[in-house]
């Protein structure tokens, strides 16, 4: 089995036990503290996330380590607002635009604490920008392909929980190890996992098309 492969297993059962986890808790009275309306958690986790460029720029090590609560905080709330809009039957339109549109400014800010941690050279910035790309025509790709009615949930190799979920863990590491190689490697491989997964989408949504 491809390396790439045992990545996609193991971030897929990683994503999976956390989904449980959360109906999980709301079941057993998560449900009754968080609010009702699921757009509150969507707008709750930009808002914890937008101190996190400032914090990072003291390069501290505790604001290193804030910066990381704040983004499993941010990342718990992006899984949650989608399952207490079902669990409280509050599923809307509104709430699906705001859900995958903020995202992506969360998205963005996430990356860019990364960048900011690594000091921000030519290299990092390159592979910034390509990590930005690929989570953009990920999202985008799938966006468009719904639209036209080709399926896209489940497809390719890195869907946004799969992609956060790297980022803490490299956070995770570079806290632990303090070493800017560690960041560094990690945008390489987001630049390259998330371009592959839009590109991995663009040949599937093709060929449904010209099936």
Request: no cysteine; glycine share 8%.
């Amino acid at each position: 089995m491809s390396l790439t492969a045992v990545l996609t297993v193991v971030l897929g059962k990683l994503k999976d036990r956390i989904e449980r986890v959360g109906k999980t808790l709301l079941e057993r009275g998560l449900a009754k503290v968080l609010p009702r309306n699921p757009n509150a958690l969507t707008i709750g986790s930009l808002i914890i996330t937008l101190p996190t460029p400032y914090l990072v720029i003291t390069h501290e090590h505790l604001a290193y380590i804030l910066v990381f609560i704040l983004l499993v905080l941010a990342s718990g709330f992006d899984m949650l607002d989608g399952l207490v809009a079902r669990y409280w039957g509050r599923s809307s339109k509104l709430g699906a635009f705001l859900d995958s549109t903020l995202d992506r400014y969360v998205d963005f800010i996430a990356l860019l604490d990364l960048w900011l941690m690594y000091n921000g050279d030519f290299l990092s910035t390159v592979f910034l920008l390509l990590a930005i790309l690929g989570s953009l025509m990920t999202s985008y790709a799938r966006a468009r392909a719904e639209a036209l009615g080709v399926k896209m949930m489940g497809v390719g190799l890195l869907e946004r929980e799969e992609r956060l979920i790297i980022i803490l863990l490299i956070l995770l590491l570079f806290i632990i190890v303090d070493k800017g190689f560690v960041i560094l490697y990690g945008l390489l491989v987001l630049a390259v996992l998330t371009n592959v997964t839009a590109i991995e989408r663009i040949i599937i949504v093709t060929r449904s098309i010209n099936n």
